[in-house]
């Protein structure tokens, strides 16, 4: 069984598999983030994490002059990125502070309905209806999971992880544009290079920097740093370069799902009959954007 408009090629799986991989790891990681957070601030542990993934991939792909072909072009689409991937983790981590991993989850996971529709306003084309009755479900369920109904407001922690999907919806459209153009090895290694010096330039100004180095702080930053960092966006560099934007966002919906079963073995984390029913309507909303039933996929 093949997803609409899924090669066939060997290559192609391999990559739909590498993603899933990357997907199982970044959900894992949001109750990991959130118990670090209790003894470091926000940029510092930003500028920490991706500074120890920089390290890593400039070791793991050396020779690095080799790797740098088209210097203009990796140069251009690895700052984007990196800037794309800086602001979408900043928004992400501040808001983990005042809401839970699974919230935070789903709402990332907007960003993969984002995708097509940034990609249509790019190509100056209107969404196409199934796409939009996606967004809706999607932001139907973006209300239920958010929306206090006693003041009708959204909390701050919801609103600034709504700006992370924004952040990595045009992330995942960046990478998908430039990767097939330069070596994977480069983009990875400049646009998370790109998000540490912007880390490490942002720590000392905008936050009051502090650290406890506890084990949960250690913990946080060699598992994201090494693994949901250098590896997975090294291995989202290399699959995409056989997938397409479309499918990469689709594959990452299982993301929220992943982050809310870590969050329940590890925390006991339970959502509400509410937040749940807004968590389905918003995976509904992702597959009816990605999938198109009834339409072209």
């Known amino acids: 069984m093949t997803l609409p408009g899924s090669p066939a090629r060997p290559a192609a799986w391999r990559a739909d598999l590498a993603l899933v ?18 003894d470091v601030s926000t940029l510092l542990f930003l500028a920490l994490r991706f500074s120890l ?11 690095l002059p080799s790797k740098f072909a088209q210097p203009g072009t990796l140069l251009r689409g690895g700052v984007l990125a ?35 529709l940034f990609g249509a306003a790019l190509r100056r084309k209107l969404p196409a209806a199934i796409e939009i009755l996606g967004v809706t479900a999607a932001t139907a ?18 609103w600034l992880t709504l700006w992370c999907a924004v952040g990595f919806a045009v992330h995942i459209l960046a990478v998908g544009h430039y990767a097939p153009r330069v070596s994977f090895e480069a983009l990875a290694l400049v646009q998370i290079a790109t998000a540490a010096g912007l880390s490490l330039g942002a720590c000392w100004w905008v936050e009051t920097s ?88």
């Not at 369920?141 to 958010?146: E, F, N, P």
């Open 21 to 38: 991989g990357i997907a199982f790891i970044w959900g894992a990681t949001f109750v990991v983030v959130k118990q670090a957070l209790q």
């Open 210 to 297: 502090a650290i406890r180095w506890s084990a949960a702080v250690v913990a946080a930053l060699a598992v994201t740093g090494l693994l949901a960092t250098a590896l997975a966006f090294s291995v989202q560099a290399w699959a995409q370069r056989h997938t397409t934007p479309t499918r990469t966002a689709l594959i990452f919906a299982l993301e929220p799902v992943f982050a809310w079963l870590t969050s329940f073995v590890l925390t006991g984390e339970v959502l509400s009959a509410r937040a749940a029913l807004g968590g389905v309507l918003i995976l509904a909303g992702i597959l009816i954007v990605e999938l198109k039933p009834g339409g072209r996929g």
């Open 82 to 116: 990196g800037l794309c991937l800086w602001a979408g983790y900043v928004f992400q981590t501040v808001g983990l502070r005042y809401t839970t991993p699974s919230k935070s989850a789903f709402i990332t996971g907007l960003s993969i309905v984002m995708v097509p």
């Open 53 to 63: 993934a920089a390290l890593a991939l400039t070791v793991a792909f050396r020779p």
């Open 141 to 158: 369920g973006l209300g239920l999971m958010t929306l206090n109904l006693d003041t009708l407001e959204v909390e701050r922690g919801d």
